[in-house]
């Protein structure tokens, strides 16, 4: 039998599970870490991924011959003083590279560049395919 005069009757729940005020506290400061750190970690991906050091379109191919094709590149490149390495491909009518270009694009005078690049294939080829440009410091071609 419990007595009234005793005091005010005990906190059930406290008494069940425990205060926790402490672990509550290193909960929410090691949550709040991590998502700063989450946040932090998005906000660098998002910069690096936005502001690359080149970026590469193809503008126009033409077929010369049975074993010749061109191809006009624009490259945009991050600063003038940034050189490029370039890759094209030649691919025929089943898919396969008949011909392939590596070339530097830079330093520019101006950011912008079009570049036009004639390459040699083994057989006829019906299509140029520009895998991109990449940087010493941009290893994914863009």
Not at 55 to 78: E, F, K, Y
Not at 90 to 103: I, K, N, R, T
Not at 121 to 142: D, F, K, Y
Request: include cysteine.
């Amino acid at each position: 039998m419990r007595g009234s005069a005793a005091g005010p009757p005990p906190d059930l729940m406290a008494e069940r599970y425990g205060r926790g005020t402490g672990r509550r506290r290193v909960f929410a400061a090691v949550v709040t870490v991590l998502v700063v750190a989450g946040l932090g970690w998005l906000a660098w991906a998002v910069w690096v991924e936005s502001t690359p050091d080149v970026q590469s379109g193809l503008v126009r191919t033409h077929v010369d011959g049975p074993h010749r094709v061109t191809a006009d590149i624009a490259v945009s490149l991050r600063t003038p003083q940034t050189v490029a390495s370039c890759l094209v491909q030649a691919m025929a009518a089943d898919h396969s590279v008949v011909g392939e270009l590596h070339f530097k694009v830079g330093p520019e005078p101006d950011k912008q560049a079009t570049v036009r690049r004639s390459m040699r294939t083994e057989r006829p080829a019906v299509t140029v395919n520009l895998v991109g440009c990449t940087t010493p410091g941009q290893q994914r071609p863009r």
